[in-house]
């Protein structure tokens, strides 16, 4: 069974480094149930093609499995489809043979490791039982481009049927992190078959290769109970964890087992904290006279739907990575009711403030209202260099929660965030000294405020920073 990706990009063979395999070498793997070989049979400045080919060992397999009462010896498991087509082994050789590239670290490269890249990837013999459908309700949503050809013998063996084995392509601009996290949770799914037990630790693999891009996945559901081999309780279990990952569904869920909503907007309504919010941003993108915004996390466009009414912006990007809501705001924005001279101003793009990505950079500003609170603490290193470094915009304007306002809010229990989703909310001297470390780090000036009521000894429900580059 074999796969190949190729990327496009300047300096293709870079691929060679991600991958931590020389371009130049054929490599070997031994591998408990056969052996893997990764060799790059195209290379040149623009292009560069790995093939990563496995050979199971159907014989070995069957011994392996059969034990003193096994069930080996019986003809069937000798002749199964195993060695050719790409299954659950594949997986286990995609992370034993690049499980550097998979956990997103090159040693050489470490800023393409983040960097979006055009990859192509050819699978040419993919079993899916569900189908072409099934292997386009997987992937498109992720943003790919997919080619389907099934492998029908059924003109030869009439009698056969159907085959589910499928000739594939997929195209898609992605961090090879992630393109290598789809392949290696969604190969399998679509096989539907693992050969190996399915224990409690497939849970936190799901979650580790999937928490980033699988939250929002309109199949996330299915995608899991295939995973983990249709074992209930752990599907269960990995739901919801992939629930308190996004936003909208932590908010059901909650709300579906009784506990108390602690929904941002419930608890500041009273305040219309979100419209002075919307209103202060606006005037602060005003203030410098900026033709073009970005809006990171764009959630489901209640300020691009501001922006879009001031004239002299010419230029207005929303990036999100949830689908659910870029959806939403698509829907918000009505963008297929605008006229064409309003419609050709505004972009809606799915991406990930975790990675760099060319197409933030060159606004005049860039927006991250109430976003930051969002990402886990460990990675926000990454965050702050995909958007002071690379997008690097002239001005920046940032708002998150202050945290010592939390008091005031009844109904919020001490000692909780303001919604399940936060990983941090920060005290306005905590935010001061992350934007002055920003600030002199990356060529800024910076600038404080409070937005909403001010409690004199507390402060003000959010606080705002406005960057402008030195
Ligand atoms: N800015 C919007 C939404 C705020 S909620 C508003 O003010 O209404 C936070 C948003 O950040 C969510 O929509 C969430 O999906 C998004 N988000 C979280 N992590 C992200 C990431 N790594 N990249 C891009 N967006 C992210």
């Given at each position: 069974?074999?796969?190949?990706?190729?990327?496009?990009?300047?300096?293709?063979?870079?691929?060679?480094?991600?991958?931590?395999?020389?371009?130049?070498?054929?490599?070997?793997?031994?591998?408990?149930?056969?052996?893997?070989?990764?060799?790059?049979?195209?290379?040149?400045?623009?292009?560069?093609?790995?093939?990563?080919?496995?050979?199971?060992?159907?014989?070995?397999?069957?011994?392996?499995?059969?034990?003193?009462?096994?069930?080996?010896?019986?003809?069937?498991?000798?002749?199964?489809?195993?060695?050719?087509?790409?299954?659950?082994?594949?997986?286990?050789?995609?992370?034993?043979?690049?499980?550097?590239?998979?956990?997103?670290?090159?040693?050489?490269?470490?800023?393409?490791?983040?960097?979006?890249?055009?990859?192509?990837?050819?699978?040419?013999?993919?079993?899916?039982?569900?189908?072409?459908?099934?292997?386009?309700?997987?992937?498109?949503?992720?943003?790919?481009?997919?080619?389907?050809?099934?492998?029908?013998?059924?003109?030869?063996?009439?009698?056969?049927?159907?085959?589910?084995?499928?000739?594939?392509k997929l195209a898609g601009r992605f961090p090879l992190q992630t393109l290598l996290e789809h392949l290696y949770v969604l190969i399998p799914v679509l096989d539907d078959e693992k050969?190996?037990?399915?224990?409690?630790?497939?849970?936190?693999?799901?979650?580790?290769?999937?928490?980033?891009?699988?939250?929002?996945?309109?199949?996330?559901?299915?995608?899991?109970?295939?995973?983990?081999?249709?074992?209930?309780?752990?599907?269960?279990?990995?739901?919801?964890?992939?629930?308190?990952?996004?936003?909208?569904?932590?908010?059901?869920?909650?709300?579906?087992?009784?506990?108390?909503?602690?929904?941002?907007?419930?608890?500041?309504?009273?305040?219309?904290?979100?419209?002075?919010?919307?209103?202060?941003?606006?005037?602060?993108?005003?203030?410098?006279?900026?033709?073009?915004?970005?809006?990171?996390?764009?959630?489901?466009?209640?300020?691009?739907?501001?922006?879009?009414?001031?004239?002299?912006?010419?230029?207005?990007?929303?990036?999100?990575?949830?689908?659910?809501?870029?959806?939403?705001?698509?829907?918000?924005?009505?963008?297929?009711?605008?006229?064409?001279?309003?419609?050709?101003?505004?972009?809606?793009?799915?991406?990930?403030?975790?990675?760099r990505d060319r197409r933030l950079s060159g606004f005049d500003v860039a927006t991250v209202i109430e976003v930051i609170e969002h990402l886990d603490v460990a990675r926000l290193k990454?965050?702050?260099?995909?958007?002071?470094?690379?997008?690097?915009?002239?001005?920046?304007?940032?708002?998150?929660?202050?945290?010592?306002?939390?008091?005031?809010?009844?109904?919020?229990?001490?000692?909780?965030?303001?919604?399940?989703?936060?990983?941090?909310?920060?005290?306005?001297?905590?935010?001061?000294?992350?934007?002055?470390?920003?600030?002199?780090?990356?060529?800024?000036?910076?600038?404080?405020?409070?937005?909403?009521?001010?409690?004199?000894?507390?402060?003000?429900?959010?606080?705002?920073?406005?960057?402008?580059?030195?």
């Amino acid at each position: 069974m074999l796969l190949t990706i190729t990327a496009t990009m300047d300096r293709a063979s870079d691929l060679g480094f991600l991958l931590h395999k020389h371009p130049d070498r054929v490599h070997r793997f031994d591998l408990s149930f056969g052996r893997a070989t990764i060799f790059y049979p195209e290379l040149d400045q623009a292009r560069c093609t790995v093939c990563l080919l496995v050979e199971v060992d159907p014989v070995a397999l069957v011994r392996k499995r059969s034990g003193p009462s096994g069930e080996g010896g019986q003809l069937a498991h000798y002749v199964n489809d195993r060695p050719y087509a790409v299954s659950s082994f594949f997986s286990v050789a995609l992370a034993e043979t690049f499980g550097t590239a998979m956990a997103g670290r090159s040693k050489d490269r470490p800023d393409l490791a983040g960097s979006i890249i055009p990859f192509e990837v050819s699978i040419p013999v993919l079993p899916s039982r569900g189908g072409e459908d099934l292997i386009r309700a997987l992937f498109e949503p992720l943003g790919y481009a997919v080619d389907v050809r099934r492998l029908d013998l059924d003109q030869k063996f009439p009698e056969w049927g159907h085959s589910r084995y499928f000739d594939v392509k997929l195209a898609g601009r992605f961090p090879l992190q992630t393109l290598l996290e789809h392949l290696y949770v969604l190969i399998p799914v679509l096989d539907d078959e693992k050969h190996y037990w399915v224990g409690d630790d497939e849970v936190d693999k799901l979650i580790r290769r999937g928490g980033d891009w699988l939250p929002n996945h309109p199949a996330r559901d299915q995608i899991a109970r295939r995973y983990l081999k249709h074992r209930k309780s752990l599907t269960r279990l990995a739901i919801e964890r992939l629930a308190g990952v996004d936003e909208d569904a932590a908010i059901e869920n909650s709300a579906a087992v009784g506990k108390p909503m602690t929904r941002e907007e419930d608890l500041e309504v009273g305040l219309s904290l979100n419209e002075q919010r919307l209103q202060r941003v606006v005037e602060a993108v005003q203030a410098v006279g900026a033709k073009s915004v970005v809006d990171l996390g764009c959630g489901e466009g209640k300020l691009l739907r501001e922006l879009l009414k001031l004239r002299g912006l010419d230029r207005i990007l929303g990036m999100e990575v949830s689908l659910r809501s870029l959806d939403a705001a698509s829907g918000r924005l009505d963008l297929e009711q605008l006229s064409p001279s309003v419609r050709s101003r505004i972009e809606l793009i799915h991406g990930s403030l975790m990675y760099r990505d060319r197409r933030l950079s060159g606004f005049d500003v860039a927006t991250v209202i109430e976003v930051i609170e969002h990402l886990d603490v460990a990675r926000l290193k990454s965050f702050e260099r995909v958007l002071f470094e690379c997008a690097r915009p002239k001005s920046v304007v940032v708002t998150t929660p202050n945290v010592e306002y939390n008091v005031r809010f009844e109904g919020l229990p001490s000692g909780q965030f303001r919604h399940p989703d936060h990983r941090f909310e920060w005290s306005r001297g905590e935010f001061r000294r992350w934007g002055e470390v920003m600030a002199s780090r990356f060529g800024y000036n910076v600038r404080f405020d409070a937005v909403g009521p001010v409690d004199s000894d507390l402060g003000a429900p959010t606080q705002m920073a406005v960057f402008v580059e030195r």
